[in-house]
């Protein structure tokens, strides 16, 4: 699907966040924290770990406007 990306885990959360930002009139914004929510620790700091990876490959957008708020993610311009 999307060559760039070797780990099955980075397709797995890319495909679940593009099936996301493709629903119409749906929000073109996510908040990592709203993601996260009913995680455990371990999982959350999976997910908020291909979050990085994801934005470091542009197919992601992440915003933080100070340390320790919420991270917001939008579509980038790879995917």
Avoid: W
């Amino acid at each position: 699907m999307y060559a760039c990306l070797k780990d099955l885990l980075d397709c797995l959360v890319l495909k679940e966040l593009k099936s996301h930002f493709e629903i119409p009139g749906g929000p073109q914004v996510e908040s990592l924290n709203y993601l996260t929510a009913g995680m455990n620790r371990r999982g959350a700091a999976l997910l908020f770990y291909q979050t990085c990876v994801l934005a470091t490959r542009d197919f992601v957008k992440v915003k933080q406007n100070a340390p320790y708020e919420d991270i917001l993610m939008t579509r980038g311009p790879k995917m």
